[in-house]
């Protein structure tokens, strides 16, 4: 019996080394884990409440019509300057037309216009220098008073030829007034023109087409959204807590994490902070003039940009995903 608790005993004791090293190594990897975390609260700023962020463009047409042709289709790529769709242009080659002649017509008119009242000028000059040599050799006895008449009354007519000239002058372009309205006409044929070129419908930037909502045959009107380009220029917008800020800075190195793609960690910088809370750039910020009063932490928007080129066949990055970006602040 005495034989079998010495065993025992020996046992326990060749067993105790080996516990003790057990407890040390879990000491030494707490205390190693209580460094990490420490050292990663100090040196990092880090949030779950950021997400990918653009500025998309919604396409409407300028003028209003049917539309006769669709040329993209959903989550195309395009660029710049691409044609994407087309309006019936009818009414507006008709109003383009129209604009046209009457411009032409005023123009012609007014130049109609110019020209007779030169020619009455001259028709006057003539009758008036008629009218004095017959009165100097009425007054010598060499013609009669017959010819002077007709002398004088060619001279009236003149005259009042001449004065319908100049008010038909006046109306045609012959004033300010007039010249301003042929401005107004010429305003009026340039504005169909461009009407017409609105029947066309081009992207405004580069892009992927997204929600698109025309389709061959549909009416359109002027503002109508028919799709959304997303650009590929994207970028990250951080809520970070106010109290997370006392050290951040714009360009501090930002490790991104997108919930999309857990095994890669993306390079970036702080852009900028914005100097409002998130709350206070709402629709309807909060009013803390009252009689009840709780603090809440707010929240400020942090833009942050990636600083490595993102290959996007590989890496398929959209607005709205969520990330974890963290930043060294120190």
């Not at 997400?51 to 998309?56: L, Q």
């Not at 300057?81 to 080659?93: N, Q, R, S």
């Not at 004065?163 to 301003?180: F, Y």
């Amino acid at each position: 019996m005495e034989e079998q608790n010495t065993t025992e005993q020996e046992v326990k004791q060749e067993h105790k080394p080996f516990k003790r090293f057990i407890a040390i190594g879990a000491g030494v990897v707490v205390a190693l884990a209580g460094a990490y975390f420490i050292h990663d609260a100090l040196m990092y700023q880090s949030t779950d409440d950021a997400y990918v962020e653009t500025t998309t463009v919604q396409v409407a047409p300028r003028v209003s019509g049917q539309i006769t042709e669709v040329l993209i289709t959903d989550n195309q790529k395009v660029k710049e300057g691409d044609l994407v769709a087309k309006i019936d242009p009818a009414d507006y080659e008709i109003a383009l037309a129209q604009a046209e002649a009457k411009y032409e017509r005023t123009l012609l008119n007014q130049k109609n216009a110019q020209a007779n009242f030169k020619a009455m000028q001259s028709n006057i000059d003539t009758a008036k220098k008629d009218l004095d040599r017959y009165k100097n050799l009425y007054e010598q006895g060499a013609v009669s008073k017959q010819t002077l008449d007709n002398a004088q009354a060619k001279y009236d007519s003149a005259q009042a030829n001449l004065t319908n000239a100049e008010q038909s002058l006046l109306s045609q372009g012959g004033n300010k007034v007039a010249d301003a309205d042929l401005k107004e006409i010429k305003a009026m044929r340039d504005k169909a023109k461009l009407n017409l070129g609105y029947t066309e419908i081009y992207a405004p930037q580069t892009g992927t087409v997204s929600s698109r909502r025309v389709e061959k045959g549909m009416y359109v009107n002027v503002g109508t959204p028919l799709f959304t380009i997303v650009p590929e220029n994207v970028w990250i917008v951080a809520n970070y807590k106010e109290n997370q800020l006392r050290h951040m800075k714009p360009g501090q190195v930002v490790d991104i994490k997108i919930d999309t793609y857990p095994n890669k960690t993306f390079k970036g910088k702080v852009d900028s902070i914005q100097r409002a809370s998130g709350a206070k750039s709402s629709l309807f910020p909060p009013e803390n003039a009252v009689g009840s009063f709780v603090k809440i932490v707010q929240r400020i928007p942090v833009k942050i940009v990636f600083t490595e080129e993102i290959d996007p066949n590989e890496f398929n990055i959209v607005p709205g995903m969520s990330v974890v970006p963290k930043v060294r602040v120190k």
